[in-house]
Antibody, heavy 119, light 109 residues
Framework: QVQLQESGPGLVKPSETLSLTCTVSGGSVRSGSNYWSWIRQPPGKGLEWLGYIYYSGSTNYNPSLKSRVTVSVDTSKNQFSLKLTSVTAADTAVYYC???????????WGQGALVTVSS | EIVLTQSPGTLSLSPGERATLSCRASQSVGSSYLAWYQQKPGQTPRLLIY???SRATGIPDRFSGSGSGTDFTLTISRLEPEDFAVYYCQQYGGSPPISFGPGTKVDIK
């Protein structure tokens, strides 16, 4: 059973960079059958996909955030990470990491990390 | 850009009733890369259906998915008390590569 766990600061100041890491256990980020993704959910709102990465380093991002989002992978630590630059209050959300199967569905999710953008 | 629209926004039903949720895409979803998720308050979304009609591991058979192209449906044959939640559809492979619908809330009548 694959498990994912987000970690990182719960409070980020406006204009700064949000950084989160997802640690994968029970599976490997080197798995050729998975992509590794970030999704967020503002309080009381719906789900927004941010981006995903393959173990090779190939990435794909949501065009609405593309210029601010970077997803990276560290195969030696079995982790992948999210950086979101120039944050504003609108970036306040629960951030989830998840694995994406080849058929395009998110099968395993982390428990989510609430990140608040505030001075 | 593929935009997913879900209807109704809220569905008020009683336990034991049948629930029919709709997800419509603005363009055809290739190879039926359409999934459904259930999310309860304070919980992580749970994968119910992938590839439009395949149930994920451990999902009861009262949940079924159907459809292709631009019109997809999630059916819950008989609502159990634990099924009252928000349901999201999600597409993969379009532009943007992944997007979610706005959700349908199923609440107790």
């Amino acid at each position: 059973q694959v498990q994912l766990q987000e970690s990182g600061p719960g409070l980020v100041k406006p204009s700064e960079t949000l950084s989160l890491t997802c640690t994968v256990s029970g599976g490997s980020v080197r798995s050729g059958s998975n992509y590794w993704s970030w999704i967020r959910q503002p309080p009381g709102k719906g789900l927004e996909w941010l981006g995903y990465i393959y173990y090779s380093g190939s990435t794909n991002y949501n065009p609405s955030l593309k210029s601010r989002v970077t997803v990276s992978v560290d195969t030696s630590k079995n982790q992948f990470s999210l950086k979101l630059t120039s944050v504003t209050a609108a970036d306040t959300a629960v951030y989830y990491c998840a694995s994406v199967k080849s058929y395009g569905a998110f099968d395993y999710w982390g428990q989510g990390a609430l990140v608040t953008v505030s001075s | 850009e593929i935009v997913l629209t879900q209807s109704p926004g809220t569905l008020s039903l009683s336990p034991g009733e049948r629930a029919t949720l709709s997800c419509r895409a603005s363009q055809s979803v290739g190879s039926s890369y359409l999934a459904w998720y259930q999310q309860k308050p304070g919980q992580t979304p749970r994968l119910l259906i992938y590839a439009a009609s395949s149930r994920a591991t451990g999902i009861p058979d009262r949940f079924s998915g159907s459809g292709s192209g631009t019109d997809f449906t999630l059916t819950i044959s008989r609502l159990e008390p634990e099924d009252f939640a928000v349901y999201y559809c999600q597409q993969y492979g379009g532009s943007p590569p992944i997007s979610f619908g706005p959700g349908t809330k199923v609440d107790i009548k």
